[in-house]
């Protein structure tokens, strides 16, 4: 933690040296979407491995680079590989990515997942707009000194995704025909997928999809006020629902499956935000 926004001041400064304008907008891309990324233009692509300070990826099917350039004729910046709680990185590692949008000028982030649907009205390939979240299964994110440059020390979490933004992704789905799902998205700490029994409490609870990212970093952009778009990928259906086995074979099928249909819908999303 010393010394911590001095050294993502000196990532993003080696950042900015590789890039040509500022990002309006930056997007996490979820297991299995990846894909998203080989649609953006004129791209320039930074490895995490080359960015001082910066964290390394270490799942299969998370590439570990941020790359730039234009989608739907926006000039994003895309994190293809994140950090998660489960792979034990220390919580200011997980949200690094969003932080760097910040500092990098965005003024929004959509943030993608794939999730096991506890809602028992989705089916797997459904995308569920997620409209709030259920995070205390963990520490915050922002447990720990606060940094002052990114926002207070305290602050309001009841309208952390963005209405206007939500608005958009809706009338967008609208538009193409897409049966867009909305949902509550509940964090696990991973890496074991859920019992059962714990699918059951988070429905009770009032969750709709279960995931193992995503709350750490929109906690962030809450924080340093950047507006949030979040995104769900139903890849299979949660612990117990079906009478199978969950794995992450099943999660990536599913995702491949879907991506050209979320790839679609994301570059639309994005000339509207
Ligand atoms: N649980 C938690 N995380 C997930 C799941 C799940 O069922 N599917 C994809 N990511």
């Known amino acids: 933690m010393d010394n911590y926004y001095e050294n993502l001041l000196k990532s993003v400064e080696y950042i900015k040296s590789k890039i040509k304008k500022e990002p309006v907008l930056g997007i996490v891309l979820g297991s299995g ?3 998203l ?4 233009e004129d791209r320039i692509e930074i490895d995490y491995h080359d960015i001082p300070n910066y964290p390394v990826s270490t799942i299969p099917g998370h590439a570990g680079k941020l790359i730039f350039g234009y989608l739907s ?5 895309c994190m293809a590989g994140r950090f998660h ?5 220390e919580m200011e590692k997980i949200h690094i990515g969003v932080r760097t949008f910040k500092l990098l000028g965005a003024e929004g982030v959509i943030i993608t ?3 096991g649907g506890i809602n028992t009205s989705f089916s797997e390939g459904t995308i569920m707009l997620i409209n709030d979240h259920i995070g205390f299964l963990a520490p915050s994110a922002l447990r720990g000194p606060n940094i002052d440059e990114f926002g207070d020390r305290f602050f309001d979490m009841s309208k952390v995704y963005d209405k206007d933004y939500l608005d958009k992704a809706r009338m967008v789905a609208k538009r193409i025909g897409l049966d867009v799902k909305e949902g509550t998205y509940m964090f696990f700490k991973g890496p074991n997928f859920e019992t059962p029994a714990e699918i059951r409490a988070a429905r009770i609870l009032g969750a709709d999809a279960a995931g193992m990212s995503t709350v750490p970093e929109v906690v962030a952009c809450s924080h340093c ?5 979040g995104m769900s990928v139903i890849t299979n259906m949660a612990a117990g629902i ?10 990536m099928e599913t995702a491949n499956k879907i991506r050209a249909v979320f790839v679609e819908y994301v ?7």
Request: charged letters at 30%; a negative charge.
């Open 242 to 251: 079906l009478d199978k086995k969950l794995n992450h074979e099943e999660v």
């Open 33 to 35: 979407l990846g894909m």
């Open 73 to 77: 004729g926006k000039y994003v910046a």
């Open 225 to 229: 006020n950047l507006k949030v778009l």
């Open 37 to 40: 990324a080989d649609n953006i």
């Open 113 to 115: 997942n794939a999730a």
């Open 267 to 273: 570059k639309e999303i994005v000339r509207e935000l």
């Open 85 to 89: 709680y489960y792979e034990g990185y």
